[in-house]
């Protein structure tokens, strides 16, 4: 782990799974991969996180739930509370004797029905809503962020806007791979040895604007995904045009992280692999972390992105980083 009054170093603790090696083989196996759950059927609830606008949550209670951290997870883009890293620190969560609530961002896990409005990146103040809401109707007494990828942004996007003005009952944060830098994440997407993840996103991006324009024929243009090749393309044609940004370049400066990551004021960790295909930090972003005597920045050379499949050790499925969240935001 890393010690924030120096430089970020490497953690040698992560093992990977021995035909697991590398960037690309670590995400594209975590993807492929088939696991197992063992979940209790969740309660599902709808919350209003603006005027008219509401999202899906999938609730995980101990039998009091008033007593027990309760961990918010974020999942990443065009993911949603059924992907299998949600899944999987839901597991050993709740085998911790923690509360989850798996929440789903606008549209996602089957809600594209419920608005006339997309998700985007800079939509911290939903998951605000949702911890407010928690707080208001279930009395939880304490919580924590978890986010992966683009939800790794939100969460740490959220806590460096509240600083130390956040709610009383918020004790810590963790990100995995986090899209801290939109812009230069983006844009690392579009590299020819990434496109398998471009495409990937774009045509399921392309899906959902398809099938919003079937529910809400007046509110949006198909026509607008015409030449697009990349996500920076569907984020200036699209994102952008509908969510009140002036183009890609407003969108990401206005929505990453990067901004306010030194104002975090309760114990976060950061996972992030050195070989990560896409997510790009930059030296400035570096910096940041750093400096800020609340971050713990684990860095390890293998893992690609939101993977870290490591080797079982008869304790866990090897599924790392979502045993490292796990213990560490039970800490706090």
């Not at 919350?47 to 027990?68: F, S």
């Not at 495409?199 to 024929?217: E, S």
Request: charged share 25%; glycine share 8%.
């Amino acid at each position: 782990m890393v010690d924030n009054s120096q430089s970020p170093k490497k953690s040698d603790s992560f093992i990977p799974r021995r035909w697991l090696r590398g960037g690309h083989l670590q995400t594209l196996g975590s993807f492929l991969i088939s696991r197992r759950f063992n979940l209790p059927a969740p309660e599902k609830r709808l919350i209003e996180v603006a005027p008219g606008i509401e999202v899906m949550c999938h609730c995980h209670w101990q039998v009091d739930r008033t007593k027990p951290l309760t961990i918010i997870i974020v999942h990443g883009l065009e993911g949603s509370s059924e992907s299998q890293y949600v899944r999987g620190i839901t597991e050993k969560a709740l085998a911790a004797g923690m509360n989850v609530v798996r929440y789903n961002q606008r549209n996602c896990g089957g809600t594209e029905e419920l608005a006339p409005v997309l998700y985007h990146s800079g939509l911290s103040d939903d998951v605000a809503a949702v911890a407010r809401h928690l707080i208001e109707k279930d009395g939880i007494s304490q919580f924590a962020l978890a986010g992966f990828s683009m939800g790794g942004n939100l969460v740490l996007k959220l806590a460096g806007e509240w600083g130390s003005q956040g709610p009383r009952q918020f004790r810590a944060l963790a990100a995995c791979c986090p899209a801290l830098d939109l812009a230069a994440s983006a844009d690392a997407l579009h590299e020819p040895a990434n496109r398998i993840y471009e495409l990937y996103f774009l045509f399921n991006l392309r899906r959902r604007m398809m099938r919003k324009a079937r529910l809400f024929p007046k509110h949006f243009d198909v026509s607008r995904m015409r030449g697009m090749r990349s996500l920076r393309d569907f984020d200036h044609q699209v994102t952008a045009f509908y969510c009140g940004f002036s183009g890609a370049d407003d969108y990401y400066a206005r929505s990453s992280a990067s901004n306010v990551i030194d104002k975090i004021a309760v114990p976060t960790m950061i996972v992030h692999a050195t070989n990560d295909p896409f997510i790009r930090i930059l030296p400035e972003t570096r910096r940041k972390i750093a400096v800020n005597s609340n971050i713990t920045f684990v860095e390890v050379e293998d893992g690609g992105h939101c993977a870290f499949v490591g080797r079982r050790n008869g304790v866990d499925d090897g599924f790392w980083a979502e045993s490292q969240i796990v213990n560490f935001l039970g800490r706090f």
